[in-house]
């Protein structure tokens, strides 16, 4: 069991913080424009924005430093009710990265972050009709449920592990053993994420 004066190390890279909050931003904006016929070029943009994170996360999943990696959050289900069960009695299990309730959020977000903004894409080009308007719009709904069950998640983890989760996705750093630590920031890989993610969203506005 992690103690709450254990030494603060970096788990969080740059492309994982970035990534997440262009996606954050993207969402935000893509729900309150979505409605807007006025702002419809910025719908487009901010749902491109999420689309081009995610495409570069997966790919990043594979190749980035562990923490990052599928392979260090992608859990049993069973792990996953084990961790939520400890959540709900204040008392879970301390893990470095992604906890397995949090992994599955994080797959789940990473989908609908494709399939919503794919849907809209064939709903801005009058590909599929009606089915692609509502199945934009039904993705979109669900995403904002997963996205709200995920803030709650972060929210009472928080108060759980008396650790302030949003800042460790802001900083980079959580408690944990010096030798979990990652190597460096990885803020060029960052860089060439925020490059990607404008020539995407130049390239729809373009369209």
């Known amino acids: 069991v992690m103690e709450p004066n254990e030494n603060k190390v970096l788990i969080w890279d740059a492309v994982v913080r970035l990534g997440h909050w262009l996606m954050a ?7 309150l424009t979505g409605e ?4 419809r070029l910025v719908h487009v943009a ?15 999943g594979f190749v980035g430093p562990w923490p990052a990696r599928f ?20 008392q879970p299990r301390h893990y470095t990265g992604h906890n397995p309730a949090g992994g599955i959020a994080i797959l789940a977000l990473l989908a609908l ?10 709903a801005y080009e009058e590909i599929g009709g009606k089915f692609a308007e509502k199945a934009h719009e039904a ?26 989760l949003v800042r460790a996705m802001v900083l980079g750093v959580k408690r944990a053993a010096p030798q979990e630590a990652i190597e ?24």
Not at 46 to 59: H, I, S
Not at 184 to 207: D, E, G, H, K, S
């Open 113 to 122: 972050g494709i399939l919503t903004p794919l849907f809209g894409w064939f």
């Open 46 to 60: 901010a749902g491109g924005t999420v689309a081009a994170v995610v495409l570069f996360r997966v790919v990043w």
């Open 36 to 39: 807007s016929e006025r702002l």
């Open 25 to 31: 931003l993207g969402f935000l904006v893509a729900w």
């Open 71 to 90: 392979s260090s959050f992608v859990r049993p289900w069973r792990e996953a009710w084990d961790y939520l069960v400890g959540l709900a009695r204040l």
């Open 139 to 164: 993705l979109a709904n669900f995403m904002l449920a997963v996205v709200l069950v995920h803030l709650a998640g972060v929210f009472v983890g928080s108060l759980a592990h008396r650790e302030n």
């Open 184 to 207: 460096r920031p990885y803020t060029p890989m960052a860089v060439v994420l925020f490059v990607w993610v404008a020539i995407v969203v130049y390239w729809l506005l373009r369209q």
